[in-house]
């Protein structure tokens, strides 16, 4: 009988969540090319627990949120936003043996500018050291960017939650 | 894109109207009755590219009935189910010993015998006779090296309609190829409840599917012979698709004559020699005593045979696709294009071998080099199909045209079965625009080891791959050992598009499965059965440190060079054959915005030495992927800065996503070989549509010279003429 994996175990974490420097970097004017509306850099401090085998996970660390907003005078369509989110900067510590575990996430997305954007996207967290990765797991990340729409600006962004990842 | 499934039938009518009106133009245009700049007279295309908005006749027309750009009905299941069909592993080229197995034999010049032409050709009168051989003659398309360098392995392929295959080679038992039987005949479908394509619609290597691999090994050069069996008649090519070919080995590094350049096309009847010399970048420079053995080809006894060049330059994961001046992407949708993997001494493709240069990465154990039973190749591509389930495809779509079914190794939605082990996975991106995000849909991590042809200076474990453009390669390990036997997992894809400009949105691994897309190429579209443990314990590896970058940094910068990709191109030559019209085009060190001419020279940067190349993305409403022939490069910027180069693109690259708005900053050489190489976005609507450029590398001396003249293919030979054009930056 064939048995599918379930897709995520969604099991909400206690989280601590906070931004560092606020808009870290700021929103500044884009450099020359007509299409980007602005960018900047906004930093968020991420911190959870991640459960399951082999041992659950302290992560904590902050998150690199890199926005582009970008128009498109020639058809006309909505703006829209390019994230990179960089999580390499989050580390973990096994909760059980105290292992130190690094993270390997970064996302290049392209999403509409729409004033609250949520996005979720999974990274990677493994045992630092020789050929962790190998043993790599993952989580998953939630973050609310709030945008005002009028300039293409960031106002706010949060990690709003975390989320175990089926292992 | 495309309309939904439950749309009216009176919206659905008008649409499949319009896309008769159209098809009847595109045949037109295709088959050569009438030109761009016909269509323009008689008020049906604007200068700008597009099919006038006419309702009834333009796949742009907001209908009153389509709100979706196209308009275009969904292409029919006839029934069938996703995930019930296996997924048919490439097929093997057969590998013949040379000299010896060619006849004729292969010259270094190209073989000027001249047949008696086929006066269904188009300009062939009766008695006119022609080379047989469609490679510009004389010296300066002559095979570079070639008495150095000669062939050792002959590989014969026909391009011709579709025909059932009964030689298929899959490289592996039928118990790693999902149960398929090869000795069943195969027809060309992309499932078996889906009808037969005509040999009309579709095209291929052979004329069969699965798609081919072709299997190299450094030191051991191979001489492609590519027959051109297309119809003689233009206008039989059922709707779309040019009959004309010139074959890229993406991402080679051989001379210009074997790299299929846009204009040194064959036509049918003829045969065309490619001389693929496989040799290391830098071999004429570096290690030119082969002492290294990092620089190294596996022999047949589980060693390595030294040879010259860099061993930081290895290659691993190639492709090869038609590349025919202004009808790319026509051709590689009806099915020109194959894969092509490279075997080295660090890259064995065999698992077990412990020298301490070989990876051991996934592969196999049972051959001294190239095991296949665990290194899978997926070619990706999305396909369309009429009410009649025959290939369609539609040239005015110069945004970019986007199918709504997705095909792994030209089969719509398979199941692959795997064992609980490693496996890599070379990940092609074969599409006309559509670009791809993949993951695991239970975001499990994956290994990404190789990006374009290079392996990375150290793997990247992820979890959501980077978009993917077409013709970018992805290399990717998953350990299916952390499934139970009976699971099933599915490779989803998480880029969803409007259009064919761009992405519109990256999905969430959630959102892709949640089945709200209006994308249908969004989702689910390979499902990998977990069946057995494997009968050996996995023992190969994914070691920490693959291949480091080459150090560039004692190698002076003699130039730089920017290159803007964008619209509103002008034209300014009128040569009916080298120059083409489309919305899409390139500027060059700040000049203007010009359209494809193959009889310009646009950089002409100087032999051996290094240049650094900045590619900027002119405009927010769309993306390009930038493909550079000829040299791997390094990335040294996206939009200015290096830490906004992802881990995965750290190393080697011949192919870039410039990202809306965005730039990227590359170094390259230029070395070992000279002639025209090509510049251009790989979006191949967009390449034909004419954002392409020719740059050349003309001063190695004889036999080249600066400027080189352009040849001007025709039956009766090929002829040459000096440039159009030379922009002012180019030497």
């Given amino acids: 009988m064939k048995t599918r994996r379930p897709l995520f175990t969604a099991v909400v974490l206690s989280l601590m969540v906070g931004i560092a420097g606020g808009l870290a970097g700021g929103s500044s004017p884009a450099h020359a090319i007509v299409s980007i509306a602005s960018s900047g850099m906004n930093t968020i401090l991420y911190a959870g627990t991640v459960n399951g085998p082999p041992e659950s996970v302290f992560l904590a660390g902050l998150a690199q949120i890199r926005f582009v907003v970008v128009r498109d005078p020639d058809f006309g369509k909505p703006p829209a936003v390019r994230l990179d989110i960089d999580l390499s900067n989050v580390f973990g510590v096994g909760l059980t043996t105290g292992t130190r575990y690094v993270t390997s996430g970064r996302q290049n997305l392209i999403r509409p500018l729409v004033a609250t954007d949520v996005v979720d996207i999974t990274f990677p967290f493994f045992p630092s050291g020789p050929g962790g990765f190998a043993l790599a797991r993952q989580a998953l990340a939630s973050f609310t960017v709030t945008y005002d729409v009028s300039t293409g600006r960031v106002t706010s962004a949060t990690a709003s939650t975390a989320v175990n990842v089926a292992p | 894109m495309y309309l939904p499934g439950n749309a009216s039938k009176a919206r659905l009518r008008e649409a499949e109207n319009a896309r008769r009106n159209r098809a009847e133009i595109v045949k037109a245009w295709s088959q050569g009755q009438v030109s761009r700049r016909d269509l323009i007279k008689i008020g049906l295309f604007t200068a700008g590219g ?100 000669p062939p050792r392995i002959a590989v014969q392929v026909t391009q011709e309609g ?52 072709l299997i190299g090994r450094y030191g051991e050069p191979i001489l492609f012979r590519h027959h051109n069996r297309l119809p003689f008649d233009v206008t039989q090519n059922g709707g779309f698709g040019r009959h004309t070919l010139t074959t890229h ?172 082990r490693k496996y890599r996975f070379r990940i092609l991106n074969g599409a006309v625009a559509r670009f791809f995000k993949l993951a695991l849909s239970d975001g499990s991590p994956m290994i990404q080891i190789a990006n374009d042809g290079n392996l990375l200076p150290s793997p990247v474990t992820l979890t959501q791959l980077d978009e993917q453009g077409i013709a970018e390669r992805y290399d990717i390990v998953i350990d299916f050992s952390r499934y139970s036997i009976g699971q099933t997992v599915w490779m989803v894809n998480l880029a969803e598009h409007e259009d064919g400009r761009l992405p519109s949105k990256d999905l969430s691994i959630a959102e892709a499965l949640s089945g709200n897309s209006p994308d249908p190429g969004v989702g689910k579209f390979l499902e990998f059965r977990i069946v057995r443990n494997p009968a050996q314990p996995d023992i190969s590896q994914v070691p920490a440190v693959l291949i480091p970058n080459p150090d560039l940094s004692g190698i002076p910068v003699v130039r730089e060079r920017v290159f803007e990709f964008g619209r509103g191109a002008g034209q300014p030559n009128n040569d009916p054959v080298t120059s083409a019209f489309g919305p899409w085009g390139i500027k060059t060190d700040n000049g203007s915005m010009l359209a494809a001419d193959f009889g310009r020279v646009s950089a002409a940067p100087s032999f051996g030495k290094r240049e650094i190349w900045t590619l900027k993305n002119g405009g927010g409403g769309w993306d390009h992927p930038i493909h550079i022939h000829f040299e791997e490069c390094q990335t ?68 080249f010279v600066r400027p080189l003249p352009t040849p001007i293919p025709t039956p009766q030979g090929v002829r040459f003429q000096a440039p159009d054009e030379i922009l002012p930056t180019a030497f």
């Fill in chain 2, 636 to 703: 040294l910027a996206r939009d200015g800065q290096l830490s906004n180069v992802p881990a995965w693109e750290l190393g080697r690259k011949d192919v870039w996503r410039l990202r809306p708005g965005g730039d990227v900053t590359i170094t390259l050489q230029f070395r070992d070989f000279a002639g025209m190489f090509m510049e251009h976005c790989h979006n191949t609507t967009h390449e034909d549509n004419a954002m392409l450029l020719r740059w050349e590398i003309d001063d190695k001396g004889a036999p």
């Fill in chain 2, 249 to 420: 080995e993406h991402n080679g590094h051989h001379g210009a004559e074997n790299d299929g350049f846009t204009g040194a096309f064959f036509f049918p009847g003829q045969f065309y020699d490619y001389h693929y010399p496989i040799v290391l970048a830098g071999h004429k420079t570096i290690n030119t005593t082969a002492t290294d053995l990092r620089a190294g080809s596996p022999d047949d006894a589980g060693g390595i045979t030294k040879v010259p060049g860099d061993w930081h330059e290895t290659m691993s994961t190639h492709w090869f696709h038609d590349h025919m001046f202004s009808f790319t992407s026509q051709n590689v949708y009806k099915g020109s294009a194959g894969m092509f993997n490279i075997y080295s001494a660090l890259d064995r493709g065999n698992e077990a071998i412990n020298d301490g240069v070989n990876l051991r990465l996934p592969s196999g154990t049972a051959k001294s080099f190239g095991n296949l039973d665990y290194d899978v190749n997926l070619m990706l591509a999305d396909k369309a199909w009429d009410a009649n389930g025959q290939l369609f495809f539609d040239i005015f779509q110069t945004d970019g045209f986007l199918g709504d079914r997705i095909t792994v190794n030209s089969a719509y939605k398979p199941f692959f079965e795997v064992e609980r």
């Fill in chain 2, 50 to 149: 597009a099919l006038l908005v006419q309702n009834g006749l333009s796949p742009f027309a907001r209908s009153a009935y389509a709100s979706i750009p196209t308009g275009t009905p969904s292409s029919p299941l006839f029934g069938v189910q996703p995930f019930t069909q296996p997924m048919p592993r490439f097929d093997v080229l057969t590998r013949n010993p040379e000299p010896g197995f060619l006849n004729p034999a292969p010259t270094a010049e190209a073989n000027t015998t001249q047949q008696l032409l086929n006066t269904a050709l188009e300009g062939v009168r009766p008695g006119d006779t022609g080379p047989i051989e469609g490679r510009p003659p004389g010296p300066i398309w002559a095979h570079q090296d070639f008495n150095t360098l």
């Fill in chain 2, 162 to 213: 579709a025909k059932t295959n009964t030689t298929y080679n899959p490289g592996v038992s039928s118990s790693l190829n999902s149960g398929i039987d090869p000795a069943t005949p195969i027809p060309v479908r992309f499932h078996p409840g889906l009808p037969i394509q005509d040999p009309l619609k579709v095209w291929t290597f052979n004329g069969t599917v699965p798609p081919k691999l």
